[in-house]
């Protein structure tokens, strides 16, 4: 697995939609090589980012409970990320 997709299942609180979207897009940006998109590919990854973020909610409801957490915390709990991207502060 890519070192940079984040685990989602397990985390206490469970994963937001805000996690699952970046996550999403993450995964579009690595597979398809596409980093900066023009206009007309932006809006072919944004679509299929939304459709795999789907999935992925409805696959982590439907996933049994993990015995220990993810051995990371997600980026979009860091302080420091959230910080440089300009978001509020992560709150459980």
Known sequence: MCRNITELRGLEPPATSEEVDAAALQFVRKVTG????NVNVAALMQQAAHDIAA????LLAQLPDRRNPPKSVPPLR?????????????TS
Request: aromatic residues 4%; hydrophobic residues 30%.
């Open 34 to 37: 596409v980093t900066k998109p």
């Open 55 to 58: 999935i992925t909610t409805e």
């Open 78 to 90: 860091r302080p420091e990320v959230r910080k440089r991207l300009g978001l509020e502060p992560f």
